[in-house]
């Protein structure tokens, strides 16, 4: 009975300070069940027809209301979507008439939960607690130290970890390899494929030594897995159930429309700060450039490509449409029935429905890799049960579409005199545009341009280089070309490059920053970054050792060259920073 008036307060509190924002009190069953749902669960999840007479009426009603409440399923004539309190309220001033919906959250009362690590990995049918996650997170570093380490990139609003399994051959090696990312469950209340991440970071591991294919995989690619984006949300119950589980954060944020976006800005939800799970997110992509990508989702049974935001295609369409259409197409060969919705199985994110702030939409557009979101299953808290039958349709498929960023144009960019890696642009000609171009990273100058088969000419350049372009490359789907290219950087009139190697350079960390010792008398000095942007200048004074001070900041690792004027000559040398 307590909890029962409790609760009542809570609506009476909640409705009088929607009231206060000049809402009329529409006494009707379903906004009581609204307000109740908001009270309780911070959302609510709802449905509403389009009331729209064409394809066109709908769209613009599509995009009006995705910047004021979530959706999450266009079917039918029908809208499925979430909203918080302050999104709902913006919803109610449209008018429409609305369903309120069993929360997808609370559709497990007893949903099976393993405490232990060991208990979820001998049948894979149960949910794990929270400290069982961290526990089984945990586990597999201990137990194969040599392919995989568990990187903590944050913890969430209520302090709890957010965690990567990074999987690869040495792992704690830096090596020329591609990366790719999986991540799970960014909405707490879809979670299907929470516990099929957790298998497959087992299977990667267990597989290795007797799976020829899996052994390919974890050698070539580094690998990172996040099965829960989103533990506040999917343990809004408490750490030893999911039944409960939210579809936002647990300051009532959705993390699928909350990333900058090329069109609506760096906050397209309207907020002024990024939610910690997401924060971290950005700060791992910053550090981290993948190749390919995918987050996995619940609603329905699809893979949504780029873009979300936006009717024009990508410049990669045709590799998009491919790839994810391999991979509904084994599906298929597994299980006629599963990932069939709309084109059997794919479709083009904003042909579904327009979104801003997706992730997918910024790590395509903004960090240079190819991401797709997957919807995994149509109930979205799964029975525990049927768990391993979502393996079972999917795991093939997982691998296969891991096996992607092996392939299209590879290879090597570096400064033709020194050999030095660099961070080059890759652009294809008659092709590329906006941000489809990719660039090579750091330490090693390796690229991956994934891309649909044909004939290509691509522009390799880099500030500071003369830029070169390789053409007639050869690319198939599921194959890979390497194209290795040396870049000429810094020829100048008065420009002298080392190339016999004389000028010998020493950088060691010391306590004022950098110092920089050579066996040249130079009288000016200059630091410049791997795009040839001016770093450091150093005073004009006859010398053969610099300290580079950036005054209380640290001097970030990569590779830099210093131009040192010595009579009449400009001499050029690169050098690594690494710590």
């Not at 760096?266 to 700060?273: L, S």
Request: proline share 4%; aromatic share 12%.
């Amino acid at each position: 009975m307590r909890r029962t008036v409790v609760a009542l307060a809570l609506v009476s509190l909640f409705l009088s300070g929607i009231f206060s924002q000049g809402y009329s009190a529409n006494e009707d069953a379903a906004y009581l069940a609204a307000m109740e749902c908001l009270a309780k669960k911070g959302e609510v999840y709802f449905k509403f027809p389009l009331n729209a007479d064409n394809v066109i009426g709908s769209r613009s009603r599509i995009e009006r209301l995705t910047r004021c409440i979530s959706i999450d399923n266009v079917k039918d004539d029908f809208v499925y979507a979430y909203a918080n309190k302050t999104e709902f309220a913006s919803f109610l001033k449209y008018g429409f008439e609305y369903e309120v919906l069993p929360h997808p959250g609370d559709m497990l009362q007893n949903p099976k939960m393993a405490k232990t690590a060991a208990k979820l990995a001998t049948a894979w049918d149960a949910y794990p607690t929270y400290p069982a996650y961290v526990a089984m997170m945990d586990s597999f570093a201990l137990k194969y130290p040599d392919k995989c380490r568990i990187i903590q990139i944050g913890t969430s609003s209520q302090g709890r970890k957010l965690l990567y399994a990074k999987i690869t051959a040495n792992v704690n090696q830096a090596a020329k390899k591609p990366r790719f990312m999986y991540t799970s469950s960014m909405h707490g209340d879809e979670t299907t494929m929470y516990v099929t991440m957790l298998r497959l970071i087992d299977y990667l591991l267990s597989s290795y030594a007797a799976n020829a294919y899996v052994k390919r995989l974890v050698d070539n690619v580094e690998l990172w897995i996040c099965p829960l984006e989103n533990p506040d949300g999917t343990y809004r119950g408490g750490d030893n159930t999911v039944n409960g589980a939210v579809r936002y954060t647990s300051n009532n944020v959705d993390l699928n429309r909350h990333y900058p976006n090329f069109s609506a800005g760096r906050h397209p939800d309207g907020r002024t700060t990024y939610e910690p799970e997401c924060q971290a997110v950005m700060n791992l992509l910053d550090t981290c450039q993948f190749v390919m990508s995918a987050n996995f989702h619940g609603g329905s049974e699809l893979l949504n490509y780029p873009y979300d935001t936006r009717a024009a295609l990508h410049q990669d369409d045709a590799w998009m449409r491919y790839v994810y259409r391999k991979y509904a197409d084994t599906v298929h060969a597994i299980n006629a029935a599963y990932m069939t919705a709309l084109n059997n199985g794919i479709t083009n994110g904003y042909a579904w429905y327009q979104i801003f702030g997706s992730r997918m939409d910024y790590i395509t557009w903004s960090k240079f890799g190819r991401e797709v979101t997957i919807e995994a299953s149509t109930l979205k808290l799964m029975t525990p049960s049927q768990l391993p039958n979502y393996w079972n349709w999917s795991y093939k498929s997982l691998l296969q579409l891991i096996e992607q960023c092996l392939f299209g144009i590879n290879g090597t960019v570096v400064d033709s005199i020194t050999k030095a890696p660099l961070k080059a642009k890759v652009f294809v000609q008659s092709h590329d545009g906006d941000s489809s171009f990719t660039v090579s990273k750091l330490p090693f100058g390796d690229y991956y341009r994934p891309i649909y088969t044909g004939t290509y000419a691509v522009d390799y350049s880099c500030p500071g280089c003369r830029t070169k372009t390789v053409s007639n490359i050869q690319v198939q789907n599921d194959r890979a070309t390497m194209v290795n290219v040396e870049l000429n950087c810094g020829i100048g009139i008065n420009t002298f490059h080392d190339n016999s190697n004389t000028i010998k350079i020493a950088v060691t960390p010391c306590a004022q920053g950098v110092k920089i010792s050579f066996n040249a008398v130079c009288t000016e000095a200059a630091i410049y970054d791997i795009h040839g942007g001016l770093v450091k200048q150093f005073p004009r004074r006859g010398s053969t050792e610099i300290v580079w001070d950036e005054t209380g900041k640290k001097i970030a690792n990569g590779y830099y060259i210093i131009k040192m004027l010595q009579g009449d000559r400009i001499l050029t040398k690169g050098f690594i920073v690494a710590r």
